[in-house]
């Protein structure tokens, strides 16, 4: 084999080993990526569906609760006509319910929005035996014996004003609501058609399934041992699973409840076949491949073109000295290189015309024969040397190839996969953001709307505590996806903007003056939307009920660090201060139990009452360590 030839074979293997590792690394890596990316894809999509459902249920739970305790369905003295009238007006309201019956605790229907079955009495099945087990609300999914159709019943006991209880309110609403809201959320967190949803029950029942249809509240979940003993000691868990013959990613999240409901025991399955979703990776793993093949074949022909140019001047060293071993002294070699072939061709021609002026008697041909041995030995040394610097050249030279063009396909694939990333988050969370204060705002509109359908005042101020709170926390997703982090919210501007839009909607700003404190605390979402329910309940219950009718005052409101780790939040007002009999810790406020669920259960936090010439109310939470970092930062670029 020529010399040409083998170097170009080493070359080539060197090459075509280092190419096939490098692309293992690198579709392993990719895989390995794309699976987490999936993974936080998938467990986002799930909580967020979750959430949605803890919600719907929990709006459920106070519609039931107000209704159980309105003052016409809770007295005795109420006539079946005055409190059916009366279910008439909440299920028009509402606009979510089928229907709403009142019983007897006998089980015997006294009144009913659609006069069915007035004076059966329901059989002892299905929701009716947590109502005799007297729990405060019970809600079951199940065939209603009185409109023929799957609903939702939700009870709720009645209490007459002794705190005694004489009847129980069930309401029912279509499954159809809750199957649109998952279908919805769905739709917005991920365009997979091969994402596979479903919902079940504590004992493994299929609530809800996006393929299963026919399955629906009649099949368990197949895999419901490997959900519950994967949800057995956390929350939310991620892995793989062979279902049916097919891989999958999946993702499980338990029911956490929302404020007061506390929950059913539901659980959430999302996945996706592996098949689906390792199809980007495998399909960049070909392209990888190909172009390898192409930049392998470009190498080889390089190398095979280097090779015959290292070794042409060398072959016609070696032909020239088989024609001078044959006797023949006319010779030219044509090699004008400046390197140690140069050297050995100069070398060999002054050989040749030393040989040409020697005379041909026995002692100069002895001489010549010995001249001519010592050259060959030197030339065949010179060839040795010249093949290993050849060999350790090109080695280096291949070595150093290689290196680089790992190095950049690296870095490419490094910067794009970043790239890809920060842009799919960014946009991710201002459509998120952007998406949370329009429905809130929708939401708020229909409030007002419903507002305009009633008489009642006690429902109307209802009406406009709920519209404040929500707007309140519209008021915190605006300001996240309009500012340039994502993830902090302004607290000083938050409470200026929250402090003006209350007394506008109250119309006291010609009589109330507020003093609000500078601050320039920031907290993430997950602190700030607690903080923005608290204050909106503490200043709306401040110019409701701390001054009379056209009566002047001032209210201070402040937001401040104390004791290094400590956050302090204090509403103050001088007007005619809260009774004395009212203790915080123990009233039946709607507003004020809201404060203390907040500050208790979501901040972690102390609640004050301070009596003084007016009331002051002050908030105490700690400082999470990364609102500590993010405050310290804050301070230093000022």
Same mark, same amino acid.
């Given at each position: 084999m020529k010399f040409a030839t083998k170097l170009t074979v080493t070359m080539s293997g060197i090459l075509i080993f280092f190419a096939a590792i490098v692309s293992y690394v690198v579709y392993k890596s990719s895989i390995e990526n794309l699976e987490n990316q999936i993974k936080g894809r998938q467990t986002d999509t799930a909580q967020h569906i979750m959430d949605k459902v803890d919600r719907m249920l929990f709006e459920r739970f106070a519609d039931i609760k107000a209704i159980a305790s309105d003052p016409i369905v809770s007295s005795r003295d109420s006539t079946p006509r005055q409190i059916r009238e009366r279910l008439s007006e909440f299920r028009n309201h509402f606009k979510t319910y089928i229907s709403l019956s009142l019983f007897d605790l006998n089980r015997v229907r006294i009144a009913d929005t659609s006069g069915l079955s007035i004076g059966v009495q329901h059989q002892l099945e299905g929701y009716w035996k947590d109502v005799l087990k007297e729990k405060d609300f019970i809600m079951d999914v199940s065939m209603s014996a009185s409109l023929r159709r799957t609903v939702f019943h939700f009870a709720f006991p009645v209490k007459d004003k002794s705190g005694e209880t004489f009847?129980?309110?069930?309401?029912? +609403?279509?499954?159809?609501? @809750?199957?649109?809201?998952?279908? &919805?959320?769905?739709?917005? %967190?991920? &365009?997979?058609k091969e994402l596979q949803t479903d919902l079940i029950d504590k004992d493994g029942l299929l609530l809800y399934s996006n393929y299963n249809r026919k399955g629906i509240l009649k099949d368990n979940l197949s895999d419901w041992q490997i959900v519950r003993n994967s949800l057995a000691s956390q929350e939310i868990s991620t892995g793989r699973f062979t279902h049916g013959g097919i891989e999958d990613i999946y993702v499980f999240v338990h029911e956490q409840g929302y404020l007061d409901f506390k929950g059913n025991d539901w659980s959430l399955l999302v996945r996706v076949p592996i098949k689906i979703a390792f199809a980007p990776a495998v399909k960049l793993r070909n392209?990888?491949?190909?172009?390898?093949?192409? +930049?392998?074949?470009f190498i080889v022909l390089i190398l095979l073109l280097?090779?015959?140019?290292?070794?042409? #001047?060398?072959?016609?060293?070696?032909?020239?000295?088989?024609? $001078? /071993?044959? /006797?023949?002294?006319?010779?030219?070699?044509?090699?004008?290189?400046?390197?140690? !072939? /140069?050297?050995?061709?100069?070398?060999?021609? =002054?050989?040749?015309?030393?040989? @040409?002026?020697?005379?041909?008697?026995?002692?100069?041909?002895?001489? &010549? $024969?010995?001249e001519r041995k010592q050259v060959e030995e030197e030339l065949k040394v010179l060839n040795e040397s010249l093949e290993r610097r050849v060999d350790e050249r090109t080695k280096k030279l291949v070595e150093k190839s290689e290196k680089l063009m790992s190095e950049i396909v690296k870095r490419e694939q490094v910067e794009e996969q970043i790239k890809a990333s920060l842009k799919e988050k960014e946009v991710l969370l201002n459509e998120v953001h952007h998406r949370v204060k329009n429905n809130l705002q929708i939401i708020s509109s229909l409030l007002d709307m419903g507002s305009m359908q009633t008489h *009642? %005042?006690?429902? $109307?101020? @209802?009406?406009?505590?709920?519209?404040?709170?929500?707007?309140?926390?519209?008021?915190?997703?605006? =300001?996240?996806?309009?500012? &340039?982090? @994502? *993830? =902090? !919210?302004d607290m000083g501007k938050h409470i200026q903007e929250l402090s003006k839009r209350l007394l506008q909607i109250y119309e006291m700003e010609k009589?109330?003056?507020?003093? !609000?404190? #500078?601050?320039?605390?920031?907290? #993430?979402?997950?602190?700030?939307? #607690?903080?923005?329910?608290?204050?909106?309940e503490l200043i709306s219950n401040t110019l409701k009920h701390a001054y009379k009718d056209g009566q002047k005052g001032k209210i201070d409101i402040s937001m401040q660090r104390s004791d290094g780790d400590t956050f302090s939040i204090k509403v103050k007002d001088d007007g005619i201060g809260i009774p004395e009999e009212i203790d915080i810790d123990k009233t039946n406020s709607l507003g004020l139990s809201l404060v203390r669920n907040l500050v208790l259960r979501q901040l972690s936090g102390k609640l004050y009452i301070r009596r003084n010439r007016g009331t002051e109310i002050v908030i105490e939470f700690k400082a999470l360590k990364g609102e500590i970092r993010h405050e310290q930062s804050n301070v230093s670029r000022r």
């Open positions: 009847g129980t309110v069930v309401t029912r +609403m279509p499954v159809s609501k @809750l199957y649109y809201v998952i279908r &919805e959320i769905g739709r917005i %967190q991920t &365009e997979s392209t990888m491949f190909s172009i390898l093949v192409a +930049m392998l074949v280097l090779s015959r140019t290292l070794t042409k #001047p060398i072959i016609k060293l070696r032909d020239a000295t088989i024609r $001078i /071993g044959k /006797g023949d002294r006319n010779i030219k070699l044509d090699i004008n290189t400046k390197d140690e !072939i /140069g050297e050995l061709a100069n070398s060999f021609i =002054q050989m040749n015309n030393n040989l @040409l002026e020697t005379t041909v008697s026995r002692n100069e041909l002895i001489e &010549e $024969i010995s *009642n %005042q006690e429902v $109307i101020d @209802l009406i406009i505590d709920c519209r404040n709170r929500i707007n309140s926390i519209a008021l915190v997703h605006s =300001q996240l996806y309009k500012n &340039e982090r @994502l *993830n =902090q !919210i009589t109330i003056t507020l003093d !609000i404190k #500078p601050t320039d605390i920031s907290l #993430p979402i997950t602190r700030a939307v #607690p903080c923005a329910l608290a204050l909106n």
